[in-house]
Structure formats: C-alpha cells, structure tokens
C-alpha cells in the first residue's frame, strides 16, 4: 500500500461565523471531517493538543527566561548598591583617621610648646617653695594672643604693662601690679581686649632696658625716654627699629655694667 503525506496548515484560534456566533478549532475540525473517522479526527485532535502544549510550553520558557533575566539584573543593582555603599563608609573611615591624626598631632604640638614655654612642677618647687608670705620675689610678665581673622588681641601682664603704636600715637595697657609668685594676698589677673588695626604695631618688654645705668649723670635711662625712642622710629621696618633700640641703649650704656636682662618684642600687624 502506498503512503500519502498531507500537510495542512490549521489556525488554531477562535473565529467568527457570518453571522456573528464564535467558532471554536474543534467546531472548525469537526465540520470538515466526516463522523465515520473517528481514527483520524482523534489523530488530527491528538497532534494538535501536542502543538498547543508546545506553544504554552515555550510561552513558559520565554516568560521563565526574562523572568531570571529581571532576577539577575535586580542581583546586580543590589551589588551595585552595596559596593557604592562600601566605598562610601572607606571614604568616611579614611576622613575620621585622617581628622583624628590632625587632631592628635596639633594636641600633641601645643603640649610640647607649653612644656617648652612653662616651668614644670619641680622646677616651680625648686624657687617658689617655702610658706604663703616668705616669697619676697617674683617674675614680672606681659602676655598676648592675638586672632590673625579678626585682630582681636587678648593681654594679659604683671607688673609689665603692653605698648600700641598706631599712626604715631602711643597707648599703654595698664598690667595687674603684682608679679608671679606665691604671696599670701593674690588676686586673678585681668585679661584686656584689644581691637587692633592693620599697621598697628604692639612692644612687650621687661624692665632692663628702662632701668639700664648710663648717661653722663649715670642715671636710669627710664619709661619716658623708651617710649619716645619708639614713637620716634616707628616708620621703619621691625630689623631698623630693633637696630636702633640696641645702638642707643649701648651708647648711653657707655662703660656701666648692665642693670639687668633686656629682652623687647616688637610685633607689626
């Protein structure tokens, strides 16, 4: 017996009759297809459930596809995030180790510096020691602090009083009269607020250069005669000024021993 192939292309969607009733694939098969062959309508029916499993098989593949695709790119967004997150707090833990070794290092700095500027305990033990009212002696001090933003200077002295120059007119700022040291009646020291301006010019001194011997009367060379040496030479830069205050002092110094310590500071704003 000889063998036939038939293909047959068939739609397998719903349709709609002339007269507007819906006409299933089934309805569609069977209207073509005599009663008697059963056989063959169960083939036909058999081949085409097997391509309607295959369709919404391969519908749940696709959707099983671009389902894991959508996972995996919420997989990475989720690693994008956390790796931003990471870098984030290193940024931040390299600021803080960064913040902290500036803060240590300028703590450590200013220790040092007051180590270096102030007498330890022992050393203050060694000459200020003995019961309140024995001290006879003391040192004499002016201190300032000055904030380069905004010029405010803050002095503080004892028994040595600070000098401004502005514009060739001189103002002294009266010190605490008592010295550092131990006595049985001591009150705080003051702290004065200074405004200062651009081109200001501020002397801290100790009392040996006003007290120096000499002249031809050898007498003390004094406050009045210092103050009017710097009036008179404030124009020049700081190295003249510092020139002119040793050269004078020398010269009416002559052949006299020196008094006493000399020590002046000269600051220009």
Known sequence: MGSTLIGIEFDLDDQVSPWGDTISWEERLFAH???ANC???LRWIEQITLLKENALLNELINHFDLSQESQWDEI???RDEIEAQRDLVQEQKELIEHTHHDITSSIDYAMRLQDAMLPGPALLEEHFSG???EQKDGMNMALVSINTGNFQCQYAGANSPLYRLRRGRLTSYAPDLMP???YEEMSPFHTTEVQLEAGD???LFSDGYADQFGGEQRKKFK???FRQLITEYADLSMPRQQQVLSDTIREWQGKNEQTDDMVIV???I
Do not use: M
Request: no cysteine.
């Open 33 to 35: 297809r005599p009663v």
């Open 39 to 41: 056989f063959t309508n």
């Open 76 to 78: 990475e967004a989720q």
């Open 131 to 133: 019961t309140l009212g």
């Open 180 to 182: 550092i040291s131990h």
């Open 201 to 203: 010019q501020l002397y």
């Open 223 to 225: 406050y009045k005669a």
């Open 266 to 268: 000269g600051i220009r």
